[in-house]
């Protein structure tokens, strides 16, 4: 698993402004202050979430939280989607087999 850390020093491409909603804000200082929250987000963002991040430095570890989600989502979509696929192939090849008529029956 790859290790960012949020605290140090990165590379900013750009700032962007947020808006925020006051049940927003509440929800990131509950997640501020709660060491089960932060974990969980750091396991999600795959980065490091400290109790003195910034509130940037949080919503960036949410945003990355919520990529891999999609990413993780588009997987398993996929991978469903490959399954039901399969599944459908065997059917039609035991369907095609069930019709063709076995070679010993034609032996009288």
Not at 24 to 33: E, I, K, P, S
Not at 72 to 101: F, G, N, T
């Amino acid at each position: 698993m790859q290790q960012n850390q949020l605290s140090g020093p990165e590379i900013i491409a750009t700032r962007k402004s947020l808006p925020l909603s006051p049940r927003d804000l509440r929800n990131l200082a509950v997640l501020r202050g709660s060491s089960a929250r932060r974990s969980a987000l750091a396991q999600l963002a795959h980065t490091e979430v400290r109790e003195n991040a910034s509130e940037a430095q949080l919503l960036h570890a949410i945003l990355e939280a919520g990529l891999r989600a999609i990413e993780l989502r588009i997987e398993e979509e996929s991978y469903a989607a490959d399954a039901e696929s399969q599944r459908s192939e065997d059917a039609e090849r035991r369907a095609v087999a069930r019709r063709r008529a076995s070679h010993w029956v034609n032996e009288s």
